[in-house]
């Protein structure tokens, strides 16, 4: 079953949109425009997430988020609050009254999906990622950062690191520079799709070229033969 997230915000185009992404991403989305509203679907179809707008109309997300955390039976449901506020005031309240993370409108969509997925897999309800991963004799360990290859250890960028995580953990899937960019370093990477052949170039003379293949007109994979 999808997992099913609540979207609340009084702005409807902003709904359909992050709906949309949210749903493309495979997971199920309940919305609602009001706190009482919301409210009402929190307590009947106990979403696995809830998106939530600080300033609603009748209840606003402090007060939502003040109610689901006070309730026993609602309390674990991990909420993101949307905020078109920038003051830190206002984010640090929303974290102590018991939000799980933040986005400062105006966002990139996409960016709520990649924050959606951190947060459920935090909470326990997607699937890790393996923490050691080895191909060809390339070994990459996830919760020390470090990276061997025939068993010498390679010293490896922060983003080096990360690029060579997503690639690893499809090994033989062509990835586009989009979704290599997405999985690997989130929204935040400003000029990253005009620098990521310089940083594959790196990886390639640190790994061996022969590993990392491009895929003429789509982007990179890892090879999991040979090598």
């Known amino acids: ?6 979207v609340v915000d009084d702005d409807k185009q902003i709904v359909r949109l992050v709906r ?12 609602a425009y009001d706190g ?7 307590r009947h179809e106990r979403p696995d997430l809830i998106v939530l707008d600080l300033m609603l109309p009748g209840r606003d997300g402090w007060d ?4 689901v955390r006070a309730d026993e039976h609602l309390a674990t449901i991990p909420i993101l609050m949307l905020t078109a506020r920038v003051e830190d005031t206002d984010k640090i309240l929303g974290l ?3 939000a799980d993370d933040y986005l400062t409108k105006p966002f990139n969509p996409r960016e709520v999906v990649a924050r959606v997925r951190a947060i459920l897999r935090r909470a326990g309800h997607l699937p890790q990622a393996p923490r050691v991963l080895e191909i060809t004799q390339v070994r990459l360990d996830v919760d020390r950062h470090a990276v061997s290859v025939r068993g010498e250890s390679v010293d490896m960028t922060p983003t080096e690191f990360e690029l ?4 690893m953990e499809h090994p033989d899937h062509a990835l586009t520079r989009g979704e290599l960019i997405e999985k690997a370093l ?9 620098t990521l ?3 594959i170039k790196n990886l390639r003379k640190k790994i061996g070229a022969e590993r990392i293949q491009t895929v003429f007109g789509v982007g990179y994979r890892f090879r999991e033969e040979g090598a």
């Open 96 to 98: 102590e009254l018991g």
């Open 164 to 167: 060579l995580r997503v690639l």
């Open 64 to 67: 939502v988020t003040r109610l």
């Open 186 to 194: 989130g929204y935040g990477y400003e000029g990253l799709e005009r």
């Open 197 to 199: 052949d310089s940083h």
């Open 1 to 6: 079953m999808p997992q099913r997230i609540l």
């Open 36 to 42: 009482e509203n919301c409210l009402r679907i929190i």
């Open 20 to 31: 949309s992404y949210l749903e493309q991403a495979g997971f199920a989305v309940l919305t």
